[in-house]
Each structure stands twice: as structure tokens, then as C-alpha cells.
């Protein structure tokens, strides 16, 4: 168990820059949108990634439950809530669709530590929530594996991508 959560903390706070999507990998993503065609901000978010990194890890594990937002379960927009309530207060809809639509785009080239990713996996506009968190890796719910950390690179969550969303300004 310790050495899961050391290595879960090696990743979460690797002081080596972010890889950043490219062109190359993302050729079925315009420069400067999202998928819905949407213009996308593109200035840096300001996540202290320490604390926020201790908040996740505290996570990490915990049964995938729909509709959870505790300790005995998450579902992923339930993750997102509890993190940034934890993180500062910031009190997020525990609704993947209104995370989506209500918080700011953000340019996939310019994905920071803590700002939101969306897929779609169910031919709903969005279906799943994450939060990145450096180095292509991004931490969600999973509904069999519970709250993990997984490469956004991977081509299936490549393919579902749907867009990137920013708490903070």
C-alpha cells in the first residue's frame, strides 16, 4: 500500500513540465477549439499542485459509487466536486454536463494541472469527467477500477475526447 501511494505521489508531483497535447496526436482536434467547435481560452491556470496533489492521493481508490461524493464512493463528476470543495471550498456541480457547460474552454495544447477533461463515451454530449494532472495523466472514477489515474493519451480516451474545462482563471 505505501509504495502504491508513493508511486501515485511521484506522479503527481513530477517537477518535469507537462507534455503537452500535439497536433500529431490529436490530428481529429482543430488548433484552437474543442470538439463542439467552441473558441478555447488559452491562458495558465493557478492550481497549487502540492496541496491539490494531496487532496487526490487521499482519493485514489476509493469504489466507484454513482452518484457518491465521499469517502465509500465516487462517481467522476462526484470526484471533481470533492477535490475542489476540499482543495478551497469552490462548491462545483457534482453534473458532468454542467461542469462542461458552465465552466471556461481551455485549448487542449494548454492543459494545466487541475482543470477538467470531458469524454464521451455513450453518444451523450459528455458522459465522463477528469481532472488532469500533469505528464498526459488525468485521475477520474472509473466505474470498475474506482478513482484511478490513467493516460489521457491512451487511444481510448483519445478518441472520446470531448474538451478541456478550467475552474480558475
Same mark, same amino acid.
Given at each position: 500500500?505505501?509504495?502504491?501511494?508513493?508511486?501515485?505521489?511521484?506522479?503527481?508531483?513530477?517537477?518535469?513540465?507537462?507534455? #503537452?497535447?500535439?497536433?500529431?496526436?490529436?490530428? !481529429?482536434?482543430?488548433?484552437?477549439?474543442?470538439?463542439? *467547435? @467552441?473558441?478555447?481560452? !488559452?491562458?495558465? @491556470?493557478?492550481?497549487?499542485?502540492? #496541496?491539490?496533489?494531496?487532496?487526490?492521493? *487521499?482519493?485514489?481508490?476509493?469504489?466507484?459509487?454513482? *452518484? @457518491?461524493?465521499?469517502?465509500?464512493?465516487?462517481?467522476?463528476?462526484?470526484?471533481?466536486?470533492?477535490?475542489?470543495?476540499?482543495?478551497?471550498?469552490? #462548491?462545483?456541480?457534482?453534473? /458532468?454536463?454542467?461542469?462542461?457547460?458552465?465552466?471556461?474552454?481551455?485549448?487542449?495544447?494548454?492543459?494545466?494541472?487541475?482543470?477538467?477533461?470531458?469524454? /464521451?463515451? !455513450?453518444? /451523450?454530449?459528455?458522459?465522463?469527467?477528469?481532472?488532469?494532472? *500533469?505528464? !498526459?495523466?488525468?485521475?477520474?472514477?472509473?466505474?470498475?477500477?474506482?478513482?484511478?489515474?490513467?493516460?489521457? /493519451?491512451?487511444?481510448?480516451?483519445?478518441?472520446?475526447?470531448?474538451?478541456?474545462?478550467?475552474?480558475?482563471?
Amino acid at each position: 500500500m505505501k509504495i502504491f501511494v508513493i508511486i501515485a505521489l511521484s506522479f503527481l508531483f513530477a517537477c518535469q513540465p507537462a507534455v #503537452r497535447f500535439s497536433g500529431e496526436q490529436n490530428k !481529429d482536434l482543430p488548433v484552437g477549439e474543442d470538439q463542439d *467547435g @467552441g473558441v478555447v481560452e !488559452d491562458n495558465s @491556470g493557478n492550481v497549487d499542485k502540492g #496541496r491539490m496533489g494531496k487532496i487526490i492521493a *487521499g482519493y485514489l481508490r476509493t469504489p466507484y459509487k454513482s *452518484g @457518491g461524493t465521499g469517502k465509500l464512493g465516487l462517481d467522476c463528476s462526484g470526484l471533481v466536486y470533492v477535490v475542489y470543495r476540499d482543495y478551497n471550498g469552490t #462548491r462545483l456541480p457534482a453534473n /458532468t454536463d454542467k461542469l462542461y457547460r458552465n465552466l471556461k474552454k481551455v485549448d487542449y495544447r494548454n492543459i494545466n494541472y487541475g482543470d477538467l477533461v470531458f469524454f /464521451t463515451f !455513450d453518444g /451523450t454530449p459528455v458522459s465522463h469527467v477528469g481532472i488532469y494532472v *500533469g505528464n !498526459d495523466k488525468f485521475v477520474h472514477a472509473s466505474k470498475s477500477r474506482g478513482v484511478v489515474i490513467s493516460e489521457i /493519451t491512451d487511444d481510448y480516451y483519445r478518441q472520446n475526447y470531448k474538451g478541456t474545462r478550467r475552474v480558475f482563471r
